[in-house]
């Protein structure tokens, strides 16, 4: 079974930095599109980054650029998100999730929550 | 960047209902459309993509049509189960960008 499982939120104070982990299990990651969405409370999905298999190309969505970095360890099976310069805006549930050539997100990972609060 | 709205915000149905759940791309974005549920508290789960391919091991009860810019999601008799939120969403472009979403309820 597919299965990518989250790892590294927590209570961080605003301004401060955070490091996302995504597991991988029962598929290589190595082929695939990786990509992190969040959730914010009480609010829907809205995806903010991506990364292709050889990590050659990589998106941001504009309110995380230049404050989130995404990477990537295919040997590791695992995906990662560097989040620094934190707002209150960013606490959210963050997913990993991997995507196909035509984009289709699956699997899903159970999440993570991040929540930025002094 | 592609804006994608959905219709309604919000449903109220029965079990047995067929429902009908509307997306509108703000261009064309071909059949690049992919469905998703989502239970309170859970992950997104993937119902459909490619506008009208059934997900592996989702239930042919629901349906997906439409391209360029329509899209509609259909459940043909809706099951206890299937009350959640759904979203759509675009993978035309780079940005992935989903609907606000549509809230299923009894």
Known sequence: EMQL?????????????????????GFSISTY??????????????WISYITSGSSTIYYEDSVKGRFTISRDNAKNSLYLQMNSLRAEDTAVYYCSSSSGIGRFDPWGQGTLVTVSS | DIQMTQ??????????????????ASQSISSYLNWYQQKSGKAPKLLIYAASSLQSGVPSRFSGSGSGTDFTLTISSLQPED?????CQESYSSRYTFGQGTKLEI
Not at chain 1, 6 to 23: F, H, I, M
Not at chain 1, 33 to 46: F, H, I, S, Y
């Open chain 2, 7 to 24: 219709s309604p915000s919000s449903l109220s149905a029965s079990v047995g209902d067929r429902v009908t759940i509307s997306c509108r």
């Open chain 1, 5 to 25: 499982v989250e790892s590294g939120g927590g209570l961080v104070q605003p301004g401060g930095s955070l490091r996302l982990s995504c597991a991988a299990s």
């Open chain 1, 33 to 46: 599109t990786m990509n992190w969405v969040r959730q914010a409370p009480g609010k829907g999905l809205e």
């Open chain 2, 83 to 87: 009350f959640a939120a759904y979203y």
